[in-house]
């Protein structure tokens, strides 16, 4: 199974796969300092919510590492605005940065080295949780498209698999447990303009494992769901409000809609860490803006004309009232979420 990143516990550096590069070129690249962890979210070398939480902790951990500075409380500060600066819709990132902020309060009394090991063990725990976490909200969610007996047809949007996690993917997790399982299943995944998330990364991990995967541009979703032999919509999220309301990948919401017309189930999948429940509604999760070439231009090639306004919101919000379940770790929350997700929320693991 593919894994977006690898940290190296001997030399103490990350290393990430340039998401960038795929499905072209499989480019690892070496990130010793937390700054270049911070420049490698912002420009999508590792990108999927999860994924940059993760990343996040250990670049935590690299600024420690390198520097073992006066006030460790001034230092985690310092990375942590630089850290959170880079991506501010995703919010395991602000989750990652709490939990290492706690666990740094518990080593006031360590040497600089017991500081790097103890941040680092919960950086290791961040990573191994997620994997675990993906892996409980698949076999969950598979659960959800019985019955079996034919082959289930899913539509995705972007990419919440492996390589946006810290493995097996959230929306692709659920695919892979039905597949695990013996299911018979099949992947329907949108392009997802600007970025391209879908065509070059859902459709190649994909690939990878061998579970069928059909490619359309974002447009033909709508056709698609029309054509009544969907059995559920299934996408990742950035950010949950406390009320349900789910930020994911720009297109998403427009998936919802066209879901919602068309009777097919529309489910959000993710860890409990993309539940932000102080955050009231979707009204208040924070839209990046991203620059416009992504979108004048295709691979590095110009197809708009020159001086055109462009808008190019990265994520959308789908409000709660489109959304049929959100599959956890910690269990499927139903309508009304506002209820069911502050009930997982008092869920201890
Ligand atoms: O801009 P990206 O590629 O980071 O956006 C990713 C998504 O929207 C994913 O669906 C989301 O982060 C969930 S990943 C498990």
Redesign the pocket.
């Given at each position: 199974m593919v894994r977006p990143f690898r940290w190296d516990p001997e030399r103490k550096v990350l290393h990430l796969l340039d998401q960038r590069r795929l499905p072209a070129e499989e480019v690892w690249i070496e990130r010793a300092e937390a700054h270049e962890v911070a420049d490698a979210i912002r420009d999508?070398v590792v990108?999927?919510?999860?994924?940059?939480g993760i990343v996040a902790a250990y670049a935590v951990v690299l600024g420690f590492a390198r520097d073992a500075g006066d006030s460790p409380a001034a230092r985690f500060e310092d990375l942590a605005a630089a850290l959170l600066n880079t991506?501010p819709t995703?919010v395991?990132l602000r989750a990652a940065i709490v939990r290492m902020r706690t666990r740094l309060e518990t080593l006031s009394a360590a040497s600089a080295a017991g500081r790097v090991r103890g941040l680092e063990a919960e950086a290791d725990r961040i990573a191994a949780e997620d994997l675990e976490a993906n892996r409980r909200l698949g076999t969950l969610g598979a659960s959800l498209l019985r019955p079996a007996g034919k082959r289930a047809r899913v539509l995705t949007?972007?990419?919440?698999?492996s390589l946006?996690?810290s493995g097996y993917?959230?929306?692709l997790g659920i695919v892979r447990a039905l597949a695990e399982s013996g299911r018979e299943v099949e992947v329907f995944a949108p392009e997802t303009r600007p970025?391209l998330?879908g065509a070059r990364?859902t459709a190649w991990e994909l690939m990878a494992d061998g579970i069928p995967v059909t490619l359309v541009t974002d447009g033909m979703v709508g056709s698609l769901l029309a054509g009544g032999d969907m059995d559920a919509v299934v996408?990742?999220?950035?950010r949950i409000a406390a009320n349900g309301d789910s930020a994911?990948?720009i297109g998403?919401y427009q998936a919802a809609v066209l879901a919602k017309e068309h009777g097919v189930p529309f489910l959000v999948?993710?860890?409990f860490s993309?539940v932000d429940l102080e955050t009231p509604t979707g009204a208040e999760i924070p839209i990046?803006e991203r620059r416009p070439e992504e979108i004048v231009e295709i691979v590095g090639r110009r197809i708009a004309p020159e001086g055109v306004s462009v808008w190019n919101p990265?994520?959308d919000v789908t409000p709660a009232g489109y959304i049929t379940a959100i599959v956890t770790e910690r269990g499927i929350a139903h309508p009304p979420f506002a209820a069911s997700l502050a009930r997982l929320g008092r869920t201890r693991e």
């Open positions: 999508m990108r999927g919510a999860p994924a940059i991506r995703a395991n949007h972007c990419n919440a698999g946006a996690t993917g959230t929306a970025y998330q990364l996408v990742g999220a950035d994911n990948k998403t999948a993710a860890p993309s990046e990265a994520f």
